[in-house]
C-alpha cells in the first residue's frame, strides 16, 4: 500500500521495493533510512501545504493569507511558531545545564534527544520569524544596523546565534557516522560550546518577555508586570522536562524505545521543582499587583488566566504524588506542562490584547495550516536523525 524499501549497492544509488513500511537507500556509501507510515505520509502532506503557503505568502505579502491588520499586527504565527516556539525549544539548554554544569550524568539518555529538539524547534523559530516580517527581503539588516537598543535586536542576535551553535553542537553526532574525520575537532570544542549553549538562551527567552514591558496600558493586567521577563525566563526552564516527556512519546511510539521510569520521574521532579517557583512568583505579583481576585470575575481573561495557573498546579500535584511512578501520569504531566506554556504564550500575544484592540482576530485557516505544517516538519526531522544517527542512546562518556 506504501511505498517499499529502497536499496542500492554500496556506492550507488537505485531503487527496489522489499517492504511497505520502510524507505532506505544508499548515498556517499553509507547508508539511510526512513520508514514510511500512514501518519507520517500525513505530515509530509501537512508539510508541503505550510511550504506552499509561505511561498505564496512571500509573493503577495501577509493579507492573503492571514487575518493580520493595523489592530493585530501579531497573531499566530508570532504567538505559537516564535514565542511559543522559543520556549518548547529552551528544553535543550535546561537538559544541558542540568547535565554538564550541576552534574546529574543519570539524566544523560535524554541529552541528545532534548538537544536535537531544541535545534529543530529554533530553526522553525527562525522560519516562523521569517513568515512573520513583511518586508522579508530586509531581513539581514539586523546583522549590519546595530540597533542595541531594541529589544528584538537582540532577540535577532541571540537566536541567530544560538541556532549556529546547535549546529556545531550537532555536529559531534553526525561525524559518528559521516566525515568522521571531524569527530575529534567536534568533541574538542564541544566544552566552549555547552558554555555558550547555555548562556545565550538566557537572555533572549527574558528578553521575549522584556518586549512587552512597552505594553503597559495595552496588555492585559494580569499579564503586564514588571517581571514578565523573569516569568519568561522561568517558564522556558520548566517546561524542558515537560517536552522531555512529549518526546519519550514520539520516540515509544515510532521505535518502541522507553526511557527507565525512575530517570524519567527525577527530570520530572526537577522541572516540577520549577513550577513551584514559576507558581510562587506569579501568583505573589498578582496579589501584590491587586490582580488576584480579579481572576474570578468570570471575564474571558479572568478564565484564561485560571486555565493557565491550574496548567502549572495540576502538573506539581501529578509529580509529586504516585502518579509520577507511571509512564501515563509523566507524560499526562508534560502534555499539560506544555499546553500551560502554549496557553500562556498566546494569551500575552491574543487574549492579554482582546479588551483593547478595535477588532476581533481568529487566526486563518492558512495561519493554522502553516503553523501546524511547520510542526509536522519538525517531527519529520527528529524522526529521520534519531533513525540514522545515535540519538535515543548517547554513549556513556558523552
Not at 569527530?183 to 547555555?198: A, K, Y
Not at 522531555?244 to 521510569?261: D, F, R
Request: glycine letters at 10%; aromatic letters at 14%.
Amino acid at each position: 500500500m506504501f511505498p517499499a524499501t529502497f536499496t542500492t549497492e554500496k556506492g550507488m544509488f537505485g531503487v527496489t521495493f522489499e517492504g511497505p513500511l520502510s524507505v532506505k537507500f544508499t548515498c556517499a556509501n553509507e547508508m539511510w533510512s526512513y520508514r514510511i507510515t500512514p501518519l507520517r505520509i500525513i505530515m509530509f502532506a501537512l508539510a508541503a501545504a505550510a511550504v506552499g503557503i509561505m511561498i505564496y505568502r512571500f509573493i503577495f505579502g501577509l493579507q492573503p493569507v492571514t487575518n493580520l491588520n493595523d489592530d493585530w499586527p501579531w497573531g499566530l504565527w508570532i504567538g505559537f511558531d516564535v514565542l511559543a516556539g522559543v520556549a518548547l525549544a529552551g528544553g535543550g539548554y535546561g537538559t544541558a545545564l542540568l547535565v554538564y554544569v550541576l552534574g546529574i550524568k543519570k539524566l544523560n539518555p535524554f541529552i541528545r534527544a532534548t538537544m536535537l529538539t531544541s535545534l529543530i524547534g529554533y530553526i522553525l523559530v527562525l522560519v516562523g520569524l521569517f513568515n512573520e516580517i513583511g518586508r522579508w527581503w530586509q531581513f539581514w539588516r539586523p546583522f549590519v544596523t546595530w540597533g542595541h537598543a531594541s529589544p528584538l535586536f537582540e532577540v535577532f542576535w541571540c537566536i541567530s546565534l544560538y541556532t549556529l551553535v546547535q549546529v556545531a553542537e550537532l555536529g559531534e553526532i553526525v561525524t559518528e557516522k559521516i566525515f568522521k574525520f571531524l569527530h575529534t575537532f567536534f568533541r574538542f570544542i564541544m566544552p566552549p560550546l555547552i558554555v555558550l549553549g547555555i548562556m545565550i538562551p538566557t537572555m533572549h527567552q527574558s528578553t521575549l518577555g522584556a518586549l512587552y514591558l512597552l505594553m503597559d496600558g495595552r496588555l492585559h493586567p494580569f499579564w503586564w508586570t514588571p517581571l514578565i521577563f523573569a516569568l519568561f525566563l522561568i517558564s522556558s526552564l520548566m517546561v524542558g522536562p515537560a517536552m522531555a516527556m512529549l518526546e519519550s512519546v514520539v520516540t515509544y511510539t515510532a521505535y518502541g524505545h522507553k526511557p527507565k521510569i525512575d530517570v524519567m520521574r527525577l527530570l520530572a521532579r526537577i522541572g516540577g521543582g520549577m513550577m513551584i517557583v514559576y507558581l510562587v512568583v506569579r501568583v505573589a505579583d498578582l496579589f501584590l499587583r491587586g490582580q488576584f481576585g480579579a481572576m474570578f470575575t468570570g471575564s474571558l481573561e479572568a478564565n484564561a488566566m485560571l486555565v493557565e495557573l491550574a496548567c502549572v498546579v495540576v502538573p506539581i500535584i501529578i509529580v509529586f504524588s504516585p502518579m509520577a511512578n507511571s509512564y501515563c501520569g509523566l507524560i499526562l504531566f508534560g502534555a499539560i506542562g506544555v499546553f500551560g506554556v502554549l496557553l500562556n504564550r498566546l494569551n500575552v500575544v491574543i487574549t492579554g490584547m482582546w479588551a483593547d484592540a478595535g477588532s476581533v482576530y481568529f487566526p486563518a485557516v492558512t495561519e493554522v495550516l502553516v503553523s501546524v505544517g511547520l510542526v509536522s516538519i519538525g517531527i519529520l526531522v527528529y524522526l529521520f536523525l534519531c533513525e540514522n544517527f545515535n540519538i535515543l542512546n548517547p554513549p556513556e562518556e558523552h
